[in-house]
């Protein structure tokens, strides 16, 4: 009788074979990235049915859920010529939108479901409505036969990540033994670290060592999935808007050290005794000098929205000598985060930045790590201006907000035979 290999035997056979990074394999390359149209069951499977998403993204949850309050979390419509923005919050349908609308402004935090929820949609989801047919245009000759990725994105501290992470790996492997051999579901994680509105707690991925410290964690986490047999998901970052250089500088730092780490993180070790860590630590000693880097990231997601941005409500006659208006957002200074059209450029910059830091240091981090282009993307032009800079996947979510997801469809349209 074969006996079961012990969570320490199977870290000595992971350790001693390098791990494929997995990759993103989205197409079309189009997706929706996190915001308030991707919260509920409904939502998620409106996106999911959508032929023009390639995959689709949950709001950004937490282990616990966030404390939403809509009279303090909300979003306007924003005109950027006018600088004007909508005389309803949290717009329930893109028909709140006028034409010169082209970008929102928010107060949101994150989703108030929390990540198990995500989890039981998309258990939902994968069972009983498989993924629509793709496009008809050109897909560069895949097969017909159609795969659809679910992005679950996530936030929390460095200890909650990695819990989350081995969630949606048992997640996965729940699905590859319960979905039809006639299309396949891949998960992966999306960990958010640039939302700009969370008070007395910055974005980290400004921060080196917070980044690094995030990495650190999740490759425990990695290391705990390998030991339970999961299979690997690719994971990513989600970035702010970088204004310089010292930015990009840090976030490729960060990169390097998890891709040079041993790897030897709390979190795989803190369930085993002392003589199974102590043996661990020597294996890994051996095996330091012959190792080859490997960055645990897939993806780069860029960007988050731009905080601290301000808009005002109409201005309405207060006396004769002067206006009254107030602050669109119920912020302490009124200020919150911006995307749209006023974000694109900078979105764009972003993107070519990091498309060319990330190519030059391939062997440095192992492999070649992926870039999601987000903000500002409003149309096929928006797209192709993305793709040109070097994402290799499109998101998007203030367009959805404005257009509802007859925005993807208009860009598949826009796109053309081939144009993918």
Known sequence: MTSTPTPSQNLTRTNTTK??????????PLINTPCPAATTLEDLLILWNCPSTGAITTRTSLPSGFPHDDTKNLYVFYDSSSHTVSSSTNPSSPSSATPTHNATLNSLGYSPLP???????IQTITTFHPPPPPPNNNNNGRSSSRSKTIIISVTGSAEDVAQCYLHIARLQSVLFLSTSLSFGVKVAMEINLSCPNIPHHPPPAYSRDALIRYLDSLAGAIKAAEAEGLPRIPVGLKTPPYTYETQFLGLMEALEVSASASGAASLSTSTRNEKEKQEEEEEEEEEEENKEPQCPISFITATNTLGSCLAFTAFT?????????????????????????????????????LRKMLDERVEKLGHQIQVIGVGGVLDAQGYRRMRMAGADVVGLASGLLL?????????EKGVGEGGW
């Open 19 to 28: 791990m494929t990074i997995p990759k993103l394999d989205i197409y079309p």
């Open 115 to 121: 990540l198990q929820t995500y989890l039981n949609f």
């Open 317 to 353: 006659p207060s006396t004769k000598d002067s206006t009254y208006s107030q602050e669109a957002l119920p912020t302490e200074l009124g200020t919150g985060g911006l995307a749209g059209a006023p974000l694109h450029p900078l979105a764009l910059g972003n993107v070519k930045t």
């Open 403 to 411: 257009k509802g997801v007859k925005v993807f469809e208009e860009i």
